[in-house]
């Protein structure tokens, strides 16, 4: 069955029970070094933030340590001629609390939102990096309770896999980035 997405504007809230929501893919791998592997951790379901009341689940990656190199992936979505963006839900807090992180403390840690024509991510773009290396999107700087993100998919049409990677490569900090509400929409 064609499981691509057509119907834009899509959002997936991450309500379902089922982690990952289906025909989303959890996958490892560094980028962009290591060709991706199927993997079944890091990213899972959580309330958005650590907030339990009102519910908000949302996908929680855990970003610590030596050897985070975790990915989330749609669907193939079929994005047509236009003038479509990505749109979700970006938070970043202390591992297991609502807290905020400790700036400085995960001086290595990434977080970066790729697009591709497989669900891979073999010749990746990247649409948006965070980082405390130089990036003008800083990773310590995300916001704890919620950021609302958009980005244009400008120059990408056709079916696309649009691909959230957590990335920790040294030690120190302990983190929990979280993503909801991730939609494609048309702009007016």
Same mark, same amino acid.
């Given at each position: 069955a064609d499981n691509t997405i057509y119907d834009l504007s899509w959002v997936e809230d991450f309500t379902a029970e089922a982690f990952p929501?289906?025909?989303?893919?959890?996958?490892?791998g560094l980028y962009p070094t290591e060709p991706l592997e199927a993997n079944t951790s890091r990213w899972e379901?959580?309330?958005?933030?650590y907030i339990a009341d009102p519910a908000n689940p949302a996908a929680r990656c855990r970003i610590w340590g030596t050897s985070t190199k975790h990915w989330l992936v749609t669907p193939p979505i079929s994005i047509p001629a236009g003038t479509h963006q990505l749109e979700f839900d &970006?938070? &970043?807090?202390?591992w297991g609390s609502s807290d905020p992180i400790?700036?400085?403390d995960q001086a290595d840690d990434r977080f970066i939102v790729l697009i591709a024509e497989n669900p891979t991510m +073999?010749?990746?773009?990247v649409l948006r990096e965070w980082n405390n290396t130089g990036s003008p999107y800083v990773y310590d700087d995300i916001a704890t309770l919620s950021e609302p993100q958009a +980005?244009?998919?400008?120059?990408?049409?056709?079916?696309?896999?649009i691909g959230f990677y957590g990335e920790s490569t040294e030690s120190g900090g302990d983190g929990a980035l979280f993503v909801d509400n991730v939609k494609v929409t048309e702009l007016p």
């Open positions: 929501p289906t025909d989303w893919g959890r996958y490892r379901r959580g309330d958005f933030a &970006l938070a &970043l807090t202390a400790t700036p400085g +073999i010749g990746a773009t +980005i244009s998919l400008g120059g990408h049409t056709g079916v696309r896999f």
